[in-house]
T-cell receptor, first 115, second 117 residues
Framework: DTGVSQDPRHKITKRGQNVTFRCDPI?????LYWYRQTLGQGPEFLTY????????KSRLLSDRFSAERPKGSFSTLEIQRTEQGDSAMYLC?????????????FGEGSRLTVL | AQSVTQLDSQVPVFEEAPVELRCNYS??????LFWYVQYPNQGLQLLLK??????LVKGINGFEAEFNKSQTSFHLRKPSVHISDTAEYFC???????????????FGKGTLLTVNP
């Protein structure tokens, strides 16, 4: 296991379509995070899981967004009825709870373009 | 709520020159501090972190940063940059609430470092 993997790396969709992104964290990491990054901005926190429990959601996560981590391993982020403003890089990160240093390990991101 | 300000959105420098990327944070509680680097079309990679102890921390690729609690700053420095250091650099903070349950990082907007020959 070499790191956090995200799929797909790029997604182009038409406005109104649904899209789903998948994240596979580092295998022993129990915490998983989703961030959104737009051009010229730093990563913005969306949501966070500890094992399968979703413990925090940002106000940025509108009701069109839903994230799951059903078995405490991989996670999915679904965006329904996409809008052009959803175009961004969606980053997944994971961390290991036992060390508690807060360091996050990031995947390479899934870039979404909504036409 | 915590926040991070990176004062320079872009920093152009010549190869082998020194560089400092500035970061200030705002938090009413103790913090952990981080610098991440993002190369084009890649994810974020940790450069260094401050958790406690010595205020001068050393990271990968010759970078170092100094934590200044009174000025709430965590500036990143490198004495001599290379072309390969061209990338976006992000400062991030994690607050340490009394319950220790806040694990997310809050990021600044980033500083694009461009190293020219």
């Amino acid at each position: 296991d070499t790191g956090v993997s995200q799929d797909p790396r790029h997604k182009i969709t038409k406005r109104g379509q649904n899209v789903t992104f998948r994240c596979d964290p580092i295998s022993e990491h129990n915490r998983l995070y989703w961030y959104r990054q737009t051009l010229g901005q730093g990563p913005e926190f969306l949501t966070y899981f500890q094992n399968e429990a979703q413990l925090e959601k940002s106000r940025l996560l509108s009701d069109r967004f839903s994230a799951e981590r059903p078995k405490g391993s991989f996670s999915t982020l679904e965006i329904q009825r996409t809008e052009q403003g959803d175009s961004a890089m969606y980053l997944c990160a994971s961390s290991f709870g036992q060390t508690n240093t807060g360091e996050l390990f990031f995947g390479e991101g899934s870039r979404l373009t909504v036409l | 709520a915590q926040s991070v300000t990176q004062l320079d959105s872009q920093v152009p420098v010549f190869e082998e020159a020194p560089v400092e990327l500035r970061c200030n944070y705002s938090s009413s509680v103790s913090v952990y501090l981080f610098w991440y680097v993002q190369y084009p079309n890649q994810g974020l990679q940790l450069l260094l972190k401050y958790l406690s102890g010595s205020t001068l921390v050393k990271g990968i690729n010759g970078f170092e940063a100094e934590f200044n609690k009174s000025q709430t700053s965590f500036h990143l420095r490198k004495p001599s940059v290379h072309i390969s250091d061209t990338a976006e650099y992000f400062c991030a903070v994690r607050t340490l609430n009394s319950g220790g349950s806040n694990y997310k990082l809050t990021f600044g907007k980033g500083t694009l470092l461009t190293v020219n020959p």
